[in-house]
């Protein structure tokens, strides 16, 4: 690393609060390139332009580049700096003692055999590794800049977008039950604008942190860029514990990072009454039905399953009844799961099941592209991220989804499963229609069409309509 490599990019630095980002990027790209560019000067030039220039900042309070000037004249003379021992120039030194020595005492004086450079080569290491010091400095500086005109800013539209957004669910949900959701509907509605607050309050705090962290390390930056450029060799290589702390000082801002208390809280606007009134209005209001062309996918059945000939009924069979139907693509060949035909992707849909007696079930759906052979958690119901089931095994209910398991207190046992999926507000909800009661519900973004899935490994589960 050359003296003017460092300068250059001493003198390119001017931070704009709302500069986009492919402007930041072009900078520290043509600074870059400006370094190499430089790198190729005589070491003369270089010499004079790191001793000669300043670093300003203007009223504004940004750093400007750097001038050429006169040094200011030092208190102490190198040239007249002798050794008390050997009457010579002080021109040597000594890593080992921390000091400026003459070449007698490297020699035959105190100093011998210790690591020891000329003053000149010693001056020039102290200043490249300032140049070094200062460029990350001003890197970590347009990263924090970037931070608080990008990333906070993006933050804080998208908090009034999802703020809204909740407004409305909320309110969407509450008018198919006014009369008995009047003071639930205020409650939530008051709760959105808590969280909305309580994020729009870290967002200030956080501008406000990064804004004095930006303003630290731009001064001790401004600092340091004096030192490297107004001070002599001896004054440079004696400073090491004042450009110490300083660094110890730059390195303490720390790097910025999102975080989730930056974000919007899903919970604020849920609501165990709200859902379960909005969810009976929805399934037995006048307007309620089923699909009745719901069916199961022959093509889909799994071989350890029987499909009845009306396509809505699924059996599992003991290994003795089992047949090897053709090969096909869309059939899961070692789980005994099944799909529906209807791909539900927009509008309400909602479906109930008859699952009887059967001690091992799962209702749910899936994405269309679930995995359907083999054994592993692909094609396993519940076990990947693209599948949501309730499950059913021995007594015990539970909600699947990606490997997770979310145990469900159910007081008396379904004989008939509902399934509701509101492709507007993105829920999916799990009740029991003979008694009203919700089993579970879960709010996703789901990608892709969803698919009524089913599983089955005790006795049969029937599709009703």
């Known amino acids: ?195 909305q607050e309580r994020v729009e309050q870290c967002l200030l705090t956080q501008r406000a942190h990064w804004s004095q962290a930006l303003t630290s390390l731009s001064s001790t930056r401004t600092n340091l860029v004096h030192t490297l450029t107004h001070s002599q060799d001896a004054e440079l290589v004696t400073s090491s514990q004042q450009i110490n702390d300083r660094v110890e000082e730059a390195e303490g801002v720390g790097e910025p990072r999102d975080t989730e208390q930056l974000n919007l809280s899903s919970d604020c606007s849920d609501s165990r009454l709200m859902q379960g009134l909005w969810a009976s209005a929805l399934l037995l209001g006048p307007s309620a039905h089923g699909p009745a062309n719901l069916r199961f996918q022959e093509r889909s059945v799994s071989t350890m399953l029987s499909l009845s000939a009306d396509e809505c009924t699924l059996t599992f069979l003991p290994k003795r009844a089992r047949q090897s139907p053709p090969y096909d693509l869309a059939r899961f060949d070692c789980w005994p799961n099944a799909l529906s035909t209807l791909a539900i992707s927009s509008e309400t849909h909602s479906w109930v099941l008859d699952v009887g007696q059967s001690a091992a079930y799962k209702v749910g759906v899936c994405y269309a592209s679930m995995d359907r052979k083999g054994s592993g958690n692909g094609a396993r119901l519940g076990y990947n991220d693209r599948s949501w089931v309730l499950s059913h095994y021995e007594g015990d209910f539970t909600f699947c989804h990606a490997g997770r398991h979310t145990s469900l207190h159910v007081i008396r046992r379904p004989r008939h499963v509902g399934i509701l999926v509101d492709w507007p507000s993105q829920t999916l909800l799990f009740y029991d229609p003979d008694s009203y009661c919700v089993l579970h519900a879960v709010s996703h973004h789901f990608t892709a069409p969803l698919l009524p899935a089913c599983a089955v490994a005790d006795r049969s589960v029937t599709l009703l309509h």
């Open 1 to 195: 690393m050359t003296e003017d490599r460092g300068i250059c990019d001493l003198a390119v630095v001017s931070l704009h609060d709302n500069e986009p980002e492919a402007d930041m990027e072009d900078r520290e790209s043509t600074a870059c390139h400006q370094r190499k560019t430089d790198s190729k000067q005589p070491e003369d030039t270089s010499y004079h332009r790191l001793n000669g220039g300043t670093d300003n900042v203007d009223e504004s309070g940004h750093a400007v580049a750097l001038t050429s000037t006169n040094n200011p004249k030092s208190d102490v003379d190198p040239s007249q700096m002798t050794c008390v021992d050997h009457d010579s120039e002080l021109d040597w030194f000594c890593s080992s003692e921390g000091k400026l020595i003459c070449s007698h005492c490297a020699i035959v004086g105190p100093c011998q055999g210790h690591m020891v450079t000329p003053l000149g080569t010693q001056a020039t290491t102290v200043r490249n590794q300032l140049v070094d010091i200062c460029e990350k400095m001003q890197m970590q500086a347009l990263r924090i800049e970037r931070f608080i005109s990008q990333t906070l800013s993006v933050k804080e539209k998208a908090i009034q977008a999802d703020a809204s957004a909740a407004r409305e669910r909320v309110l969407a949900q509450v008018s198919a039950v006014r009369e008995a959701l009047d003071e639930e509907e205020q409650r939530l509605l008051e709760a959105v604008q808590r969280e």
